[in-house]
């Protein structure tokens, strides 16, 4: 079955110090990744996504995230936390066969960063 | 959000009343979805639909229905059959069923 891992219902980090989410991922495949960001009440905003490439993604607001196919892993990170950063974040993955198109998120991380 | 619009916010409904949220999007794109959100449990797939007059069932369909009439137009239904319909529901496009999904705003249902 085709899964997405989030194992950290949160993460706290001080301002200005590199951050860490991270996602692992169950599909048959080469996978389509995905990261998205959520602020309270509002909609889920597109970070960024691995199709194929360079393991090293770089998205929006300076994140990145790093594909490691052998850990099937795409952690997200960011050299220096900014107290904006703070909000719920979204690790999905591309269905593949009956799902094919569709995305199956984790149950999400709140990053909080204090100043 | 851009391109994606959701109303109402906020939508109260009484039990055994049938409700129905709207999605439009501006952007063009063949493919809509709709995703119900319930604190810690992440995204689950409602319906989506990749072109117009054809949609398909996702994760958690029972007591939803949808209709794609017209390319920028998705709305949902909720009937009296879903059983526990409080929750946070949200709407996305994509260009085609395979690229990047973008999301509206969402829809607060709460039924009192």
């Known amino acids: 079955a085709q899964s997405v891992a989030q194992p950290e219902d949160q993460v706290n980090v001080a301002e200005g110090n590199p951050l860490t989410v991270k996602c692992t991922y169950s599909?048959?495949?080469?996978?389509?990744l995905f990261w998205y960001v959520q602020y309270p009440n509002r909609g889920l905003q597109f970070l960024l996504k691995?199709?194929?490439?360079?393991?090293l993604v770089k998205g929006s607001y300076g994140f990145e995230a790093e594909f490691n196919k052998s850990q099937t892993s795409f952690h997200l990170k960011k050299p220096s936390a900014l107290v904006s950063d703070s909000a719920l974040y979204f690790c999905?993955?591309?269905?593949?066969?009956?799902?094919?198109?569709?995305?199956?998120f984790g149950k999400g991380t709140k990053l909080s960063v204090k100043p | 959000d851009g391109g994606i619009t959701q109303s109402p916010k906020y939508l109260f409904r009484k039990e055994g009343q049938n409700v129905t949220l709207s999605c439009e999007q501006n952007?063009?794109?063949?493919?809509m979805y709709w995703y119900r959100q319930d604190p810690g449990q992440g995204l689950r797939l409602i319906y989506y639909?990749?072109?117009?007059?054809?949609?398909q069932k996702g994760d958690i369909a029972e007591g939803y229905s949808v209709s794609r009439e017209k390319k920028e137009s998705f709305p949902l239904t909720v009937t009296s059959a879903q059983k526990n319909p409080t929750a946070f529901y949200l709407c996305?496009?994509?260009?085609?069923?395979?690229?990047?999904?973008?999301f509206g705003p969402g829809t607060r249902l709460t039924v009192l």
């Open positions: 996305a496009s994509s260009i085609g069923g395979d690229d990047t999904q973008y």
């Open positions: 599909v048959s495949g080469n996978p389509y």
């Open positions: 691995y199709i194929t490439g360079d393991n």
């Open positions: 999905a993955v591309r269905g593949f066969g009956g799902s094919q198109g569709n995305l199956i």
């Open positions: 952007l063009n794109h063949d493919a």
């Open positions: 639909s990749q072109i117009v007059n054809d949609f």
